[in-house]
């Protein structure tokens, strides 16, 4: 079946610095792929959809300065937190689509100290 | 925000007994579906019935869809420790091409 790959599977980092994250679809072609937010005990919360070769989509309330995305490929995206802080702490997922259903990756747990 | 609802927020059974989740949404939708995670871990998908469908089953799953009431359920069968995990629903709608999540159920199955 289609494999959604994500890396790194937790990061952690100081206050300031800037984290990139990267999801890759191993053996389809995602010319859309999702960003979510998960926080402890919580549902996904949608952060933005990447579409290959343009401009990601964001969600009402996600900064796109400090969340940016690139989708330079049909088979990668990569979201950087940039200044990252305390807050932006929080598990990250991404998914893409292949037909119906999404295949996530396994997240990526990043801890902001 | 959200648009699904689900209940039991946590949901704690023995072992071989059966689990019922449910879920319930507010706009019109193409399907909806159902997904696993086990803590810490990427969403596992389970199940996807249609709008034009009203009962699934998969192995020891079984899903309903009631379009006039906007709502769905999971019933998982002869539970085991192993099916210990979240579970969320997913409506893809109508109006987009994104999911919406629900709240999530958390199933502890105790051996």
């Known amino acids: 079946g289609a494999v959604v790959s994500q890396h790194p599977s937790w990061v952690i980092c100081k206050s300031g610095t800037s984290v990139k994250i990267e999801c890759r679809s191993l053996d389809f072609q995602a010319t859309t792929m999702f960003w979510y937010r998960q926080f402890p005990k919580q549902s996904l919360m949608l952060m933005a959809t990447?579409?290959?070769?343009?401009?990601?989509?964001?969600e009402q309330g996600v900064e796109k300065d400090k969340f940016l995305i690139n989708h330079a490929s049909l088979t990668l995206s990569t979201l950087t937190v940039t200044s990252a802080h305390p807050e932006d702490s929080s598990f990250y997922i991404c998914?893409?689509?292949?037909?119906?259903?999404?295949?996530f990756g396994n997240g990526t747990r990043l801890t902001v100290t | 925000s959200q648009q699904g609802e689900e209940d039991p927020q946590a949901l704690s059974i023995q072992e071989g007994e059966n689990a019922t989740m449910n879920c319930s949404y507010k706009t019109s939708i193409n399907n909806l579906q159902w997904y696993r995670q086990n803590s810490g871990r990427g969403l596992v998908h389970l199940i996807l019935?249609?709008?034009?469908?009203r009962e699934k089953h998969s192995g020891r799953l079984r899903v309903t869809l009631d379009t006039s009431k906007k709502s769905s359920s999971l019933l998982i069968t002869a539970s085991r420790a192993a099916d210990t995990a979240s579970y969320f629903c997913?409506?893809?709608?109508?109006?987009?091409?994104?999911?919406?999540f629900g709240e999530g159920t958390q199933l502890t199955v105790n051996p």
């Open positions: 997913a409506t893809d709608e109508t109006s987009g091409s994104r999911l919406t």
């Open positions: 019935i249609r709008s034009n469908e």
């Open positions: 998914s893409a689509r292949d037909n119906s259903p999404l295949h």
């Open positions: 990447s579409n290959e070769g343009s401009k990601a989509t964001y």
